[in-house]
């Protein structure tokens, strides 16, 4: 689900222009999961654009205010949701913490950093969705806390079917700014891909870990 179309097709079109997406539908990529991808997502490039930059912190901020409201606190998924939930956060006026992919071993071994108390509402921030998977572990870890997890935000979604099925599974609310579906026709739009490319940037979704094998 995203959340506004006309915030969807900006996003869509700012992450194109400075390539924080790049679609190689004849040069596929290869994900630390092994699948052949003909599209890369690399949201921390937003972050030395400040005009993209604060567009997206306040569209996400206008998301949570519209979609999860009454939240105590604003989390990131580490790393690369860090920085985007510190600018929600200074956004809206809340407090920050962020959510390890494993405890430290040293120190006071910490998986959550900052300060809450049980009890307390969270809405997670994620830059990029695919399977969930690490986003549903930080959601997890923010439960077995005693933090109420409202939902989570993301910049960007693959829109996976796998991802819908573990999300709902795990009982979480999400939604992103821009999504796959809204991805493509931007770029046809812009002449970043042709005519030609479009069946085979379509098919890849369908079954993206059998996808050019």
């Known amino acids: 689900m995203i959340y506004d179309i006309d915030i969807a097709q900006q996003v869509a079109k700012s992450l194109l222009q400075i390539n ?39 569209s996400l901020a206008s998301c949570i205010q519209n979609h999860f409201k009454g939240a105590n606190l604003i989390a990131g998924v580490a790393t690369a949701g860090i920085p985007h939930g510190t600018l929600v956060a200074e956004e809206l006026g809340l407090p920050f913490i962020y959510v390890r992919s494993k ?73 992103s700014l821009c999504d796959y579906e809204n991805l493509l026709p931007q770029a046809l739009k812009t002449n970043y891909i042709t005519k030609t490319d479009l069946p085979i940037l379509q098919k890849w979704r369908e079954n993206p870990s059998k996808w050019n094998i």
Not at 27 to 56: H, M, Q, V
Not at 116 to 141: H, M, N, P, R, T
């Open 20 to 58: 924080a997406i790049i679609l190689q539908p004849n040069k596929p990529f290869k994900w630390a999961s092994g699948w052949n991808s003909p599209i890369y997502c690399d949201n921390r490039k937003t972050l030395s654009f400040p005009e993209i930059r604060t567009f997206i912190r306040s």
């Open 103 to 175: 405890a430290k071993d040293h120190g006071k071994q910490n998986q959550i950093e900052g300060y809450f108390e049980k009890g307390q509402s969270v809405i997670l921030i994620e830059d990029l969705i695919s399977s969930g998977k690490s986003s549903l572990e930080a959601v997890s870890s923010l439960r077995k806390s005693g933090l109420k997890v409202k939902g989570l935000v993301s910049i960007f979604n693959y829109g996976f079917e796998l991802a819908k099925e573990n999300f709902t599974n795990a009982k979480c609310d999400y939604i």
